[in-house]
Nanobody, 123 residues
Framework: QVQLVESGGGLVQAGDSLRLSCVAS????????MGWFRQAPGTDREFVAS????????YYADSVKGRFTISRSIAKNTMYLQMNSLKPEDTAVYYC????????????????WGQGTQVTVSS
């Protein structure tokens, strides 16, 4: 079993930045894809960004491209999401996810999920 733990969420104003972290444990992740999804109340969970762990192939949703950057530290088993120029529409619970069969771009492809971390962006 793989355990994923997110951190780094908080309350910020529009235009501010946050960096989310996700620490993985329980299994070797070198051949996995990892990524971020988000969900606002009353909405479906949507894709944000993902990265292939060994190949460093990245994918971004159009809504965050140019503002968010996904990265990873293999040595630390940690994935990061640097979020710049935050907008109120970025407000959501952000979930870390992992997939045994890359790429990871859809909710149904994820095999493991973290507990979520709240990001709130005020106007």
């Amino acid at each position: 079993q793989v355990q994923l733990v997110e951190s780094g969420g908080g309350l910020v104003q529009a235009g501010d930045s946050l960096r989310l972290s996700c620490v993985a444990s329980g299994r070797t992740f070198t051949s996995y894809a990892m990524g971020w999804f988000r969900q606002a109340p009353g909405t479906d969970r949507e894709f944000v960004a993902s990265i292939t762990w060994s190949d460093h192939t990245t994918y971004y949703a159009d809504s965050v491209k140019g503002r968010f950057t996904i990265s990873r530290s293999i040595a630390k088993n940690t994935m990061y999401l640097q979020m710049n120029s935050l907008k109120p529409e970025d407000t959501a619970v952000y979930y870390c996810a992992a997939d045994e069969s890359p790429p990871l771009r859809r909710e149904r492809e994820a095999d493991y999920w973290g507990q979520g971390t709240q990001v709130t962006v005020s106007s």
